[in-house]
C-alpha cells in the first residue's frame, strides 16, 4: 500500500485552492459543499475538508482530501460557481493528505 492509501483504493491527496473574484455572499461555499457531496456520491468515496471566506472579502479557500481524480474533478467545478458567482482566477496547490477531516463543510 502506498503512503496516504485507502486500505481499499487510491492515494489520498490534499488540494488546496484559493478561488478569487466574487465569491463570497454569493453561495460558493454551499456550492462547494454541494459539488463535493455530489462527487463523493457518484464515485462511492468521500471529498472531505472544508470551505471558507477569507478576511480579504474576495476569496474562497477549498481544503479538500479524497482519491486525485475526485479533487480534479472538484477543482474543475471550483471555476465555475453558483450562477451570481464571478471566479476570476483559481490557485491550486497539492500536497499530502492529514485525514483531519470528518465530512466537507464550510467554515
Known sequence: ??????EDGPK??????RVHGFVQGVGYRDYCMS???GIG???????????RNMPNGSMVEVVAEG??????RLLRELHQGPRI???VKVEASWGAASREFDGFRWR
Open 35 to 37: 459539488v463535493a457531496a
Open 67 to 72: 482519491p486525485r481524480p475526485l479533487l480534479e
Open 12 to 17: 489520498v491527496e490534499r488540494l488546496t485552492a
Open 1 to 6: 500500500m502506498s503512503v496516504g492509501a485507502d
Open 85 to 87: 458567482a464571478e471566479v
Open 41 to 51: 456520491r457518484s464515485e462511492g468515496r468521500a471529498i472531505s475538508g472544508y470551505a
